[in-house]
Structures are given as C-alpha cells and as structure tokens.
C-alpha cells in the first residue's frame, strides 16, 4: 500500500527534522506493520522492533545532547510517536511512559540524578516508567494511598500501584506517593505528594525487595506492551532518589509529565486514524458491489469526505500544541482539546473505515479488526475524555472570566 502523502502534513520543519521523520516511516513500513498484527494476536512484546528504535535513536529523542540524545523539540517527538502509532500504537506507549520519565528528570531532578539516569536513557539501556494510578482511584490523584515514610537515609515505600504501563520490561519507574513529614496538618493533598525514582530489575514477580510486579493484566488491545500493578511492601529507597531532591514536588512533577503525555496520546489517535483512514480508502478501492468498486457509491465517498477531515483537525490541533509547549508557554489548555478531539476522531475515523470493510472488519486476518480493539484506550488514556472536558472547561473559565 502506498503510504499517504496528501493528509495530516506539517508545514515549516526543518530538514532534520524530514530526515527523522522520513526514517521513522520507513522502519513503520518495513519492519512494523508487516509483523504488527501477529504480535498482537500473540500479546508479545515486540523486542526486535525495539531494538531497532534503540539503533534509530528513538529513546533519546528529546534528551538534551550533553547527555548522548538528539536534543528535538516536542514536536518532533510527537510527529514520530504518530509515525510509530500509525504501525501500531503498543510501540509507541513502550517510547511514551520512557520519554515522560526523561522529561521530568530533565526539568527537575537533581545534576546528579540527570548525569545517571538521562545517557542511559538516551541509549535505551535504562527504560522508564511512570506510576500515578492505583486500584481504587484513576483520574483522582489527590486520593493517592501509597506513602513514602523516611527513616534514616532512606524511605520506606508501602502500597499499591495500577495501569503501569511498562511495567515489566521498564528498569526504572518514576512513584508518585504521599510524604506527609515535614507537611503540617491539614497540608493539601497535592502538596503532600513526592516522586520517587525507583530502579529496578526488569521482569516479573518480585523484582527487588519489597517491590512486586505481579504479571501482565489481560486486555481487550493494546497487547503487546505489558500493563501491570507495582505492589510496594517496605521496599526502601535512598534520599538522593526523590526527584529534584525535596519532597512535596510530586504531584507538580507528575502533572508537567502528563502534558507533554497528551500531546503524545493526540499524536497516537492522529497516527491510529490515519491507518485506518489508508485501510479504508484503499479497501474502497478495492471491494465491488452492484458492478463497480464501493468507493464509487456516494455513501462511502461521503464516509471518507467525513474521515479525511477528522484526520487532518486532528494532526493540526496535536501540532499546534506541541509547539505551544516547545515555545515556552504554557499548553495544559491546547493539548486537552487536542487529546479530546483527537481520541474521538480517532475512534469514529476507525468505525468507519470498520463498517467500509462490512463483514470483513470482524475477521482477525484484517489488520482493522486490531485497530477497532485498540482505539478505546485511547478515550481513557493519560485522563478521560470527561477529564480532559473538565480541564479544557477550567481554563476557558480563567481564560474569559468577567470583571464583575
């Protein structure tokens, strides 16, 4: 299938930044989507395919270069996870969880934490991931339970951790807990909160002590990538592994990761549409009934109208974001919209190019079959669409506030 070349361009990159993008595209057609389909029905990690990302550069992206990255913008990033989600998104939730660690390390850990962690990262020998969630809470952080208390030189983590992406394969994963020493009474929730590097083995079963990952959990997509729980039972951590070395930061370390984590759950949907917009068009092409191919019946012709434009308002409002945050200023309010519109395109765009290929949707020898399971994490992903919603109606609200 000949890639798309009309939909979802960006205009003024640098020739650095076609030269990666062009790479990555490449490697999505050789060596992705010809294997993508079959890792998928297996659920296995696809370890070749990471290695190659490895070689590409991938990990190191947006790690600054003193530390062995490429040192690109967010943009760049973005524009390459939907390159990568356009083979298959699981690949690009491996890159995301580890990108978002490097970020927080690079805005805020300490010179000491950068010069450890961020040139392995950049190489990929170290992998990241991040873990705010729990078992009985999921957009609500404040409620987090598990806690970090300091005895001596060191704390000691107790709790329970869900939805860790990576969470078997990653070496170190960024804790968000609650620290309430030193934090009076009364302290708001998320100013009580601190994140903790935790490195350790990969694998399964208890990877270091006190520190359980108790296997993968089962899903309707998105396999490949191994979502876990992370069970903490008096697992100690050294003072000089708090990110930024002070405690109470967590909750606002964990919310600047989060957006440049929307702006790369945008760029999956926009990468995810966009095969299913190829998958349909050229399905249309293809399929013939009532003596002509479908793509001649007005009502395919209106349904591809319909997710050519989803697919193009989508990729323009993730880059617009993107390019807010690279430019200083402030995104939470433009990579919520483009999160929220991008995952919903996302799944209509995939409904459709599903209902184009009638039956043969159903038939796992489809690759739309794959996409059509995979498209509804994105509406949960990184906040809910009703989060997003909340967030976006906020900001507005600030935004036009009237002047009584």
């Not at 989600?85 to 990108?99: D, E």
Request: aromatic share 8%; charged share 25%.
């Amino acid at each position: 299938m000949t890639a798309m070349t009309r939909l979802a361009q960006t205009e003024g990159l640098t020739d650095i930044q076609r030269e990666i993008l062009s790479t990555v595209r490449d490697f999505v057609d050789k060596e992705i989507l010809p294997v993508a389909t079959e890792l998928e029905h297996r659920d296995e990690y696809p370890a070749q395919i990471v290695e190659g990302l490895k070689e590409l550069g991938v990990f190191g992206l947006m790690i600054p270069e003193e530390y062995g990255g490429l040192g690109e913008s967010l943009l760049t990033y973005a524009l390459t996870v939907e390159e990568i989600a356009r083979g298959w998104m699981s690949v690009s939730g491996i890159i995301n969880t580890h990108f978002i660690v490097a970020y927080m390390l690079k805005q805020h850990g300490t010179q000491e934490q950068k010069d450890y962690f961020l040139p392995k990262m950049a190489a990929g020998e170290i992998r990241g991931a991040f873990s705010m969630s729990e078992p009985a809470l999921g957009s609500d952080v404040s409620a987090i339970s598990s806690k970090g208390v300091r005895d001596g030189d060191d704390y000691v983590l107790n709790g329970q951790k869900m939805w860790l992406t990576n969470g078997g394969s990653s070496t170190l994963v960024a804790v968000l807990c609650r620290t309430d020493e030193g934090h009076p009474e009364g302290t708001a929730p998320h100013k009580s909160m601190t994140t903790f590097l935790v490195e350790k083995e990969a694998g399964f079963g208890e990877v270091r002590p006190g520190l359980t990952i108790p296997g993968k959990i089962d899903k309707m997509g998105y396999k490949g990538v191994d979502t876990t729980e992370l069970i903490m039972d008096g697992l100690r951590i050294p003072a000089d592994r708090v990110l930024g070395g002070q405690t109470g930061r967590g909750f606002y370390h964990m919310m600047d990761g989060v957006e440049v984590g929307r702006v790369n759950v945008a760029a999956r949907g926009c990468g995810v549409a966009q095969r299913a917009f190829e998958l349909g068009v050229s399905y249309a092409q293809q399929r013939h009934t009532f003596g002509k191919p479908i793509a001649q019946h007005q009502a395919i012709q209106f349904k591809l109208a319909e997710m050519a434009t989803k697919v193009e308002a989508a990729h323009a409002m993730m880059v617009n974001a993107a390019r807010k945050k690279d430019s200083g200023q402030r995104n939470d309010l433009e990579a919520g919209m483009a999160k929220y519109l991008a995952s919903e395109y996302c799944k209509e765009v995939v409904e459709d190019a599903f209902r184009i290929h009638g039956g043969y949707g159903f038939s796992k020898e489809y690759e739309i079959e794959r996409l059509y399971r995979e498209a509804p994490m994105l509406l949960i992903g990184e906040g809910t669409a009703e989060i997003q919603k909340m967030i976006i109606g906020r900001r507005l609200l600030e935004e036009y506030r009237i002047q009584a």
